[in-house]
């Protein structure tokens, strides 16, 4: 059974860091491609970043409300996703969910979501 | 950065068919196909459909997306209680780079 274990969220102040985690399990994690998804409170889904797999030399993208202040990176061997983040500003407020995506006839799509952890930014 | 066009809610009664609508453009929904995400408040997105338009296992054959263009539908049929939920759909936009969601449509079964 495929599970994904988020960790690391808390309360943090304007312009802070903070580095989320995400432990796999139930699957070979150096196979996908994992993200970041994030969801303000009250709010709809918002894409952070993802990690592609080894095979695609786990090259990452992000979103333009986060490139240059968000870090995604993992860990095959500790089967662990990483978000660090910094510079945060009070609009990343929101649970960030892990999640990890089916090869699906060539195409990467959002399959299995660990429950999240939420990220408060303020002062 | 731009994302899919959702209606934001949508309303029809028990046992009936609801049609949920998704419009992107040629560099996302027309040409990338969209997937399907349900959640009930308080808890993580389910994904409901590929952007082939497949059901993953264990996804009610109640549930069944399409492609016209560059807008995306899923219909679900029967509707039930627990059918009430958020519904959101995505795709992989090829000009930005980057996945891009609507912004929700909240289905009400009456």
């Known amino acids: 059974e495929v599970q994904l274990v988020e960790s690391g969220g808390g309360l943090v102040q304007p312009g802070g860091s903070l580095r989320l985690s995400c432990v796999a399990s139930g699957f070979t994690f150096s196979d996908h491609y994992m993200d970041w998804v994030r969801q303000a409170p009250g709010k709809g889904l918002e894409w952070v970043g993802r990690?592609?797999?080894?095979?695609?030399?786990?090259?990452?993208e992000y979103a333009a409300s986060v490139k240059g202040r968000f870090t995604i990176s993992r860990d095959d061997s500790k089967n662990s996703l990483y978000l660090q983040m910094s510079s945060l500003k009070i609009e990343d407020t929101a649970v960030y969910y892990c999640a990890r995506l089916e090869d699906n006839s060539g195409q990467w799509d959002l399959q299995h979501w660990g429950q999240g952890t939420l990220v408060t930014v303020s002062s | 950065q731009a994302g899919l066009t959702q209606p934001p809610s949508v309303s029809k009664g028990l046992r009936q068919t609801a049609t949920l609508t998704c419009t992107g453009n040629s560099n996302n929904v027309g040409n990338q196909g969209a997937a399907w995400l349900q959640q009930h408040q308080g808890h993580p997105p389910k994904l409901l459909s590929y952007?082939?338009?497949n059901r993953p296992s264990g996804i009610s054959e109640r549930f069944s997306a399409s492609r016209s263009g560059n807008t995306a539908s899923l219909t679900i049929t029967g509707l039930q209680p627990e059918d009430e939920a958020d519904y959101y759909c995505s795709s992989w936009d090829s000009s930005l780079s980057a996945v891009v969601f609507g912004g929700g449509t909240k289905l009400t079964v009456l």
């Open positions: 990690s592609r797999n080894k095979a695609k030399s786990y090259t990452t």
């Open positions: 952007r082939n338009n």
